[in-house]
């Protein structure tokens, strides 16, 4: 997808909004799971607007169907956001209250796209859920989840559409120290991990936190070039 948003990359009905910095598909579960996450956190007060809206099918063929006979039926519904577009606008709160809000909103829940932080052949994943957690709907730094790589490098030992175990290394969400230190990176990726947890790739590529060693993910930690 190339290009960026030239209309709806304005705020017009509320005062704080979340904007969009890379192209993707961002699907009907995705915009509703991000609604009410915000609704939540500021307590049903204060008023926001939803400027997406999933309006292009995206069709799936059943397994083990002939090729031909057309296109298969709608499976869900996404809606197409370039960068510089505007997701969600808030008004009628305090800043810090919207911050939080809108923070919460891109946090890393099911469906969301994550990139591949090591050279096991991955490159994107898809969240489907959290491991060891039962009421958590979102994941931080340390948390492993289980997902679905949407992108692959050819002739890999990791092929696309496995779903494999991973740890997340980086989210855009700030991770908030002690010693009032806050650290914040441009985009969530996970290393892939197995059974153990040890990677499955020989090196690791950015920098992590050091709060990984204290998560027995030592190993990652001490492939990555970078210690924070």
Request: glycine letters at 8%.
């Amino acid at each position: 997808m190339k290009g960026i948003s030239y209309r709806g990359n304005h705020i017009c009905f509320g005062r704080y909004a979340l904007q969009a910095l890379e192209p993707a598909w961002i699907t009907s579960r995705q915009i509703e799971a991000g609604r009410r996450a915000m609704t939540r956190n500021v307590r049903r007060g204060g008023k926001i607007w939803v400027r997406i809206f999933p309006d292009k099918p995206v069709t799936v063929r059943p397994t083990e169907t002939r090729m031909g006979s057309g296109k298969g039926s709608p499976e869900y519904w996404v809606a197409v956001v370039k960068p510089g577009r505007i997701l969600y606008e808030m008004g009628g709160v305090a800043e810090n209250i919207a911050r939080k809000a809108i923070s919460i909103a891109d946090m890393i829940q099911p469906q969301t796209h994550l990139n591949v932080a090591d050279n096991s052949g991955a490159r994107k994943l898809m969240c489907i859920r959290i491991i060891g957690t039962s009421n958590r709907r979102y994941a931080n730094i340390g948390d492993v989840i289980v997902a679905v790589i949407k992108e692959a490098v050819p002739n890999m030992p990791l092929e696309r559409s496995e779903v494999i175990r991973a740890v997340i290394v980086r989210t855009c969400k700030e991770l908030k120290r002690d010693n009032g230190m806050i650290i914040r990176y441009d985009d969530n990726a996970a290393v892939i991990i197995d059974q153990e947890g040890n990677p499955k790739g020989t090196r690791i590529f950015g920098a992590i936190v050091r709060e990984l060693r204290q998560l027995n993910f030592t190993k990652i930690v001490s492939l990555a070039p970078e210690v924070l």
